[in-house]
């Protein structure tokens, strides 16, 4: 069959987000015998235009949609993506009668909802790189579908879902040839960076996260040469900034640190970075580990200094871990991003200045310190049924795929915008969710790229800083 796949995802802030899994499933396809098309949609500058070309010289007997978010998680300033998305989708159909499907993160996240969205798809909800060429078999043979695992779809207006049974998984980590299906010049020119996971799955119980809806709660893991392998091949092909986006990185500790030996070994010369560090499992040991294999940034997502916030949202860990993570940072030179999150079950006043306080006395100046305000509510977390029972939720699932946001009760969420406002005055390193939605943000990645500056671009957060306030910007 002719296959067109369209990446949707055109959100460039704070930089673009380079299509793997869409790339995935375009080399998944082509090896089960499929002709495919890949419209990467970030850089278009009419994607509805772009998308009608696509229909008429492609011709696709099937249209693949990958949806990488909803919205942009902005209890502020929300942006919905998926009013885009319908536009899309009838322009897809007023040009092909081809059956669509649907697939990507936000499709383990609210898959009903959104098949409601956009009637008549089916939705693939798992590993596609293993589910997406089984379907393609299926369609093309005029075989049912219905049974397929990791399907869902809407018959008779009752939504079914079967429950990917990930038979099949994949040790091998992928590394695509990315240069063949998207411009990955531009992508580079504005500093993004190559994603790839060393396992799938989570085994904490967040109350707000909605990675176990979409890889499980359990860890199913990438053969750690196999990563390195990849990460050889990515920086060989002048890919040399990677990624690593796993859910948690370090947990289980020992399968990070064989992923960080086999990459010490490899010599890939690759720039590495994770964003998602848990500080559970963190020591000198794996930060020695992490520097000899190549990485120049990292991420410690803690969300709170304050006990009472970390316990409402069952981190898994104290501000024990918190404090004893600074230490360890302190004594290494990979820089980091530390990553908070304000409103959670038992926040108040005093939390917020517990976890202000700590960020201002811990952690080291020229790391950056992120805080976000609100937090995005899923339908099926933990989170929902707090929300629910505290009077925060009164909307049913359906109308949640509209942004609803939690803020704890004790708190008033303007008087916390007010006390972060005040200190990020005072310290340059600490930026908000309106920082990475600056309008100009793709400029700044495109100067820094051109002066030679390589990812993480927050390394600089102090000095762009004070450059745009001496521009007269307020940020």
């Not at 069959?1 to 460039?12: D, E, H, Q, V």
């Not at 992120?370 to 933990?382: A, K, L, V």
């Not at 972060?420 to 793709?442: E, V």
Request: glycine fraction near 6%; include cysteine; charge should be negative.
């Amino acid at each position: 069959m002719n296959i067109l796949l369209i990446s949707t995802n055109r959100n460039a802030l704070p930089m673009p987000v380079m299509p793997v899994g869409a790339c995935i499933i375009a080399h998944a396809s082509e090896r089960a015998g499929h002709t495919v098309h890949l419209l990467d949609l970030m850089f278009s500058r009419d994607a509805i235009s772009d998308v009608q070309s696509a229909v008429v010289v492609f011709k696709p007997d099937l249209v693949g949609l990958s949806i990488r978010n909803i919205d942009n998680v902005d209890m502020l300033n929300p942006i919905f993506f998926l009013d885009e998305l319908q536009g899309i989708v009838k322009t897809i159909r007023s040009g092909t009668g081809a059956r669509i499907i649907l697939g990507g993160a936000s499709l383990g996240v609210m898959p009903e909802q959104i098949l409601r969205l956009l009637p008549d798809s089916i939705a693939v909800v798992g590993d596609g790189e293993i589910i997406f060429p089984q379907l393609l078999e299926r369609i093309s043979s005029n075989e049912s579908f219905r049974d397929l695992s990791g399907i869902a779809f809407i018959e008779n207006n009752i939504f079914h879902l079967n429950r990917d049974s990930t038979a099949g998984f994949s040790v091998i980590c992928q590394a695509p040839d990315y240069h063949r299906w998207v411009n990955t010049e531009a992508y580079c020119s504005q500093l993004a960076t190559v994603p790839i996971q060393t396992k799938i799955g989570c085994q904490f119980q967040c109350v707000y996260c909605s990675y176990p809806m979409i890889e499980g709660n359990r860890c199913r893991f990438k053969d750690p040469n196999s990563i390195a392998d990849a990460v050889t091949r990515l920086a060989a092909s002048g890919l040399r900034d990677v990624e690593i986006v796993d859910s948690v990185f370090n947990a289980p500790y020992e399968h990070a640190m064989n992923v960080c030996a086999s990459l010490a070994k490899a010599g890939h010369k690759a720039r590495l970075q994770c964003l998602e560090l848990n500080p559970l499992f963190f020591d000198d040991s794996l930060l020695s580990a992490m520097e000899l294999a190549g990485f120049t940034g990292m991420g410690i997502t803690v969300e709170s200094a304050s006990d009472p916030v970390l316990q409402g949202l069952k981190k898994g860990f104290t501000s024990c871990e918190v404090h004893h993570a600074a230490e360890v940072v302190k004594r290494h030179r990979i820089p980091c991003a530390w990553i908070f999150l304000f409103g959670g079950p038992g926040e108040n006043p005093e939390t917020v200045l517990e976890t202000l306080h700590f960020a201002g006395k811990y952690i080291r100046p020229h790391d950056v310190v992120f805080f976000n305000t609100g937090i995005r509510i899923y339908p099926g977390t933990e989170l929902e049924v707090i929300a629910r029972k505290q009077g925060v939720l009164s909307c049913s699932p359906e109308e949640m795929l509209t942004p609803r946001f939690y803020v704890s009760p004790d708190v008033d969420a303007d008087w916390m915008e007010q006390e972060l406002k005040k200190a990020m005055a005072n310290r340059l390193n600490f930026i908000n969710i309106d920082s990475l939605g600056l309008s100009f943000l793709p400029a700044i990645n495109r100067f820094a790229s051109r002066l030679g500056l390589r990812p993480p671009l927050w390394r600089y957060t102090r000095a762009i800083r004070r450059m745009l306030r001496l521009a007269g910007m307020d940020v």
